[in-house]
Structure formats: structure tokens, C-alpha cells
């Protein structure tokens, strides 16, 4: 297998202000811990060694992913 399909999710701030999820946590403290919350924002690749995403915005839809996964193999 080249890679899975897999919901791109990301953190968002109260403020709109956006973060990735697999980076360090974005708050600064732990009181503006509840300030952040993980959102979904389309669909994205995990590859066979573990890296996720594509360096491009997500894909809209599980299907665009599987059909961008297909014309790799």
C-alpha cells in the first residue's frame, strides 16, 4: 500500500487563529488551553512511513483522496 486515506484535522483557536496538530501543543499555558479545540478540514494522506499530509491544502472529500491515491499505484 502507498498510503491510507485519513481526516486532516488541525487546531483552532476561539481567535480563527489555526495550528497542526503534529507539531508542539499551541497554547502558550494551561489557562489558554481551552481556547483550542481540534477541527476536521477535509481529507489527507498518511504515507507508508508514517508522514502525514502533502505539503497542499486537504482534499474535500474522501473520495478526491482515494481517486489522488489510485493514479499512484
Request: hydrophobic letters at 35%.
Amino acid at each position: 500500500m502507498i498510503g491510507e486515506v485519513i481526516e486532516s484535522k488541525r487546531w483552532i483557536h476561539k481567535s480563527g487563529a489555526t495550528a497542526s496538530i503534529y507539531g508542539a501543543a499551541p497554547w502558550t499555558d494551561e489557562s489558554d488551553r481551552c481556547n483550542w479545540e481540534v477541527e476536521k478540514v477535509g481529507y489527507t494522506i498518511q504515507w507508508e512511513d508514517g508522514t502525514v499530509g502533502m505539503g497542499r491544502k486537504p482534499f474535500e472529500s474522501k473520495e478526491e483522496a482515494e481517486a489522488f491515491l489510485k493514479g499512484k499505484l
